[in-house]
């Protein structure tokens, strides 16, 4: 009797750790669901979207800890798709080794009956790791050349919304429409090892965009696009970004904030050991005239400059005379610039201060900044 006890105790303590938090590794950790076996051919022209649903409905079902593997020396076409949560399991994982791609002309990509804002979509999973040597590939190109002005009729890339415990890692994209990923109504992320590309001159293709998430961790990586690296907007906090090089590309911007009059919330932000080279803007906060809110506790720490139009920037009148606005004004406040170096095109600091709502507590620290002209380097501050 007491052996047949000991076995119902380890089975019961065995099922209650199935769905267990486990560490992110190169091994699969539970069933996993190769989406080649649902039908995806890879070979760069067949529509592979309906297998790689059909292996998601499983995977997500699944609860020892699936794994969706998109193999490695396969291109899988895909259509615009959404991956739905919440799923079964604590932890899954989409070990990305092939490429993907977009549609290479805009008039081949087909929408749902609600058009979706995004070529791929993760929504309302938690748990979920992306991770894997694999390329990303938007095709953007027609994109920028029939709407250069208009970001709002250019999809992006990839959209992971309302998900906590997020793990993106090992990856490189390509060449979105928009911006190359969102992160939107998220807890808890890491995000490392990304590399994301596409030409200088390519319109709003930002690396990561950031919104109303916290406790991000971004590191180790490299933007090389045509906008902002990283852009941190409303409602993020406790966003921690290292070791990251960004390079042609607008910096890394809190921002811009508080557009139409909108409310904005950005606090505890922190950027560290990072490289600018040949960017136009470096360490940026920039609010719309007319906004609400705040930014503040934002640190710019040990950054090194080489050739940046505007290494240091606060700009509260990003994109004037837009919206009516007398006496408003977003807030920015307990910022700090220390331990900054490098070479400037311009000069390097420049803060554009509001008088009605000013800029408090800015604290530069330990600045060595020098023009490549061999101009005299001012700063620049109005208010």
Not at 123 to 137: A, D, P
């Amino acid at each position: 009797m007491k052996g047949l006890l000991f076995i119902f105790l380890i089975l019961v303590i065995a099922s209650h750790s199935l769905c267990a938090r486990i560490t992110p590794t190169t091994e699969y950790g539970g069933s996993t669901f190769d989406v080649s076996k649902y039908g995806a051919i890879g070979d760069g022209n067949t529509d592979d979207t309906e297998a790689f649903l059909k292996a998601w409905q499983e995977v997500c079902a699944s609860q020892d800890n699936p794994t969706l593997i998109i193999p490695k020396n396969k291109t899988f076409f895909l259509q615009p798709l959404r991956f739905q949560g919440p799923c079964k399991c604590a932890t899954l994982k989409v070990e990305l080794s092939g490429t993907i791609i977009a549609p290479k002309n805009m008039e081949d990509w087909k929408w749902a009956e609600n058009k979706e804002t995004a070529w791929i979509r993760f929504e309302g999973i938690n748990g979920l790791v992306v991770n894997g040597e694999g390329q990303i590939n938007g095709q953007g190109a027609p994109w920028w050349k029939e709407y250069p002005n208009d970001e709002s009729k250019r999809p992006s890339a990839i959209k992971f919304i309302g998900c906590e415990g997020l793990t993106i890692s090992n990856l490189t994209h390509y060449d979105s429409p928009k911006n190359h990923m969102s992160i939107t109504s998220c807890k808890e992320v890491s995000i490392s090892n990304l590399k994301m590309i596409a030409p200088e001159d390519s319109p709003n293709t930002d690396g990561i965009d950031i919104a109303d998430s916290s406790n991000i961790i971004i590191k180790d990586s490299t933007f090389t696009t045509g906008d902002d690296c990283v852009a941190i907007n409303t409602g993020s906090s406790f966003i921690n970004i290292t070791g990251v090089f960004c390079g042609p590309g607008h910096g890394i911007s809190v921002g811009s904030l508080g557009k139409n009059g909108e409310q904005a919330k950005v606090e505890e932000i922190y950027v560290k050991n990072c490289t600018f080279r040949g960017t136009s803007n470096g360490a940026r906060i920039k609010t719309w005239e007319g906004g609400n809110g705040y930014a503040r506790k934002i640190t710019y720490e040990d950054i090194e400059f080489i050739e940046v139009k505007n290494p240091i920037i606060i700009d509260q009148s990003y994109n004037p005379n837009i919206y009516n606005s007398v006496g408003k004004g977003v807030a920015v406040s307990d910022v700090t610039f220390r331990n900054l170096r490098g070479t400037s095109i311009k000069d390097p600091i420049q803060l554009k201060c509001e008088p009605t709502i000013s800029c408090i507590n800015i604290v530069l620290d330990n600045i060595n900044i020098t023009r490549i002209d061999k101009g005299k380097s001012h700063m620049l501050y109005t208010n």
